[in-house]
Nanobody, 117 residues
Framework: QVQLVESGGGLVQPGGSLRLSCAAS????????MGWYRQAPGKERELVAA????GSTTDVKGRFTISRDNAKNRVYLQMNSLKPEDTAVYYC??????????????WGQGTQVTVSS
C-alpha cells in the first residue's frame, strides 16, 4: 500500500512564504511525475506544479517552485509572495508503480493553506 503525506500548510500573511512537503511511502517500485494541486472552496481542483523523475518541471504558478528528492521519495513546493487567492487545500499527487508494470495515480489527504492578515 502506498501513502502520500503532506505537511507544511498553515496560516500566513499576504506576501509571506510557505514550504510544503510530501513524502511517499509504502511498497514503491518507481515514481514518475509528482505534483501539487490545489482546490479552493467552490472551485475545481487545479494543477499548481509538477516535476518528473528527471527534474523537468511544469510551474503553472510563477511565484511557486517545485523540487524533489528522488532518494527520499519526497516532493516540495516553495510558495513565495503568497496572496489571499492562494488560499486552498493543497494536495500532493504522484504516479507510482508498486511493481514493474502500470503506474497508478495517488493522492495525499491535503494540507490547508490560508493566506490572510
Amino acid at each position: 500500500q502506498v501513502q502520500l503525506v503532506e505537511s507544511g500548510g498553515g496560516l500566513v500573511q499576504p506576501g509571506g512564504s510557505l514550504r510544503l512537503s510530501c513524502a511517499a511511502s509504502g511498497r514503491i517500485f518507481s515514481i514518475t511525475t509528482m505534483g501539487w494541486y490545489r482546490q479552493a472552496p467552490g472551485k475545481e481542483r487545479e494543477l499548481v506544479a509538477a516535476i518528473t523523475s528527471g527534474g523537468s518541471t511544469t510551474d503553472v504558478k510563477g511565484r511557486f517552485t517545485i523540487s524533489r528528492d528522488n532518494a527520499k521519495n519526497r516532493v516540495y513546493l516553495q510558495m513565495n509572495s503568497l496572496k489571499p487567492e492562494d488560499t486552498a487545500v493543497y494536495y500532493c499527487n504522484a504516479l507510482i508503480a508498486t511493481m514493474p508494470g502500470p503506474l497508478l495515480n495517488y493522492w495525499g489527504q491535503g494540507t490547508q493553506v490560508t493566506v490572510s492578515s
